[in-house]
């Protein structure tokens, strides 16, 4: 579903992403980990399409981000670290222009809202303006907008920041039935506890590069991911 080959962006004479590859396969949730400044949203912002880079490939379902971003995009949704919403807009306002992005008829939507809304317990708020959203809610009614659509990709940047408990719990079981039907889960996360528990295959990005790449048991061995991790971050 998602193929970075020989992914390079570079800032000046720094490479931030250096000679990247990795790929995720259909049914997977892919946690993409690594200090602040390892290039993880970098990365994500050249899948998704934002930023443009030096060298390399990125594929999604087939087709290049560079070449055919408009078929990409219809494929994937993004939730970048901290989600820019329209604050003029209500709640339910907004989820109608993603559905109308997407081309989601109208009967289809209205279920798909209803049933996320209740779900992250946001259905008082969607007559309200966004602007009156505290962080969490903002969350939640950007997670709602990802889902809509059900994309083949769905890219997520640190998705747990601002979660109460309980909606974390859920986006966790949301997260795992996206994948159990055949969708696919890139997303970077410093909990490392939930991507241990979660995640199929992991990368460790360190300098730009991958320090350790495999299936969560090929990473951690009889470790901790926290083990890994501190290892790998503090080895020169």
Same mark, same amino acid.
């Given at each position: /579903?998602?193929?970075?080959?020989?992914?390079?962006?570079?800032?000046?004479?720094?490479?931030?992403?250096?000679?990247?590859?990795?790929?995720? $396969?259909?049914?997977?949730?892919?946690?993409?980990?690594?200090?602040?400044?390892?290039?993880?949203?970098?990365?994500?912002?050249?899948?998704?399409?934002?930023?443009?880079?030096?060298?390399?490939?990125?594929?999604?379902?087939?087709?290049?981000?560079?070449?055919?971003?408009?078929?990409?995009?219809?494929?994937?949704?993004?939730?970048?670290?901290?989600?820019?919403?329209?604050?003029?807009?209500?709640?339910?306002?907004?989820?109608?222009?993603?559905?109308?992005?997407?081309?989601?008829?109208?009967?289809?939507?209205?279920?798909?809202?209803?049933?996320?809304?209740?779900?992250?317990?946001?259905?008082?708020?969607?007559? /309200?303006?966004?602007?009156?959203?505290?962080?969490? /809610?903002?969350?939640?009614?950007?997670?709602?907008?990802?889902?809509?659509? $059900?994309?083949?990709?769905?890219?997520?940047?640190?998705?747990?920041?601002?979660?109460?408990?309980?909606?974390?719990?859920?986006?966790?079981?949301?997260?795992?039935?996206?994948?159990?039907?055949?969708?696919?889960?890139?997303?970077?996360?410093?909990?490392?506890?939930?991507?241990?528990?979660?995640?199929?295959?992991?990368?460790?990005?360190?300098?730009?590069?991958?320090?350790?790449?495999?299936? /969560?048991?090929?990473?951690?061995?009889?470790?901790?991911?926290?083990?890994?991790?501190?290892?790998?971050?503090?080895? $020169?």
């Amino acid at each position: /579903m998602l193929e970075i080959k020989g992914l390079v962006k570079r800032y000046g004479a720094k490479a931030a992403v250096d000679h990247l590859d990795l790929t995720c $396969e259909n049914g997977e949730i892919f946690g993409f980990i690594g200090p602040n400044g390892a290039g993880k949203t970098t990365t994500i912002k050249a899948v998704v399409g934002i930023l443009d880079f030096d060298e390399g490939e990125i594929r999604i379902d087939g087709h290049s981000i560079r070449q055919e971003p408009l078929v990409c995009k219809q494929n994937l949704a993004y939730i970048p670290d901290n989600p820019d919403l329209y604050d003029i807009m209500r709640g339910d306002e907004y989820l109608n222009f993603v559905a109308d992005i997407y081309q989601i008829d109208k009967e289809t939507r209205t279920k798909r809202i209803q049933k996320y809304a209740a779900l992250f317990e946001l259905e008082g708020a969607l007559a /309200m303006p966004i602007s009156s959203y505290s962080h969490g /809610m903002k969350q939640k009614l950007a997670l709602i907008s990802a889902f809509l659509h $059900e994309p083949k990709l769905l890219v997520l940047d640190e998705p747990f920041v601002g979660l109460d408990p309980k909606a974390s719990f859920l986006l966790k079981k949301l997260m795992r039935e996206h994948c159990d039907c055949g969708n696919t889960i890139f997303f970077s996360t410093h909990v490392l506890e939930v991507a241990q528990k979660l995640c199929d295959h992991v990368g460790i990005l360190k300098d730009g590069r991958l320090a350790a790449l495999g299936t /969560m048991e090929e990473v951690t061995g009889n470790q901790s991911l926290e083990q890994v991790f501190l290892e790998l971050a503090d080895h $020169e």
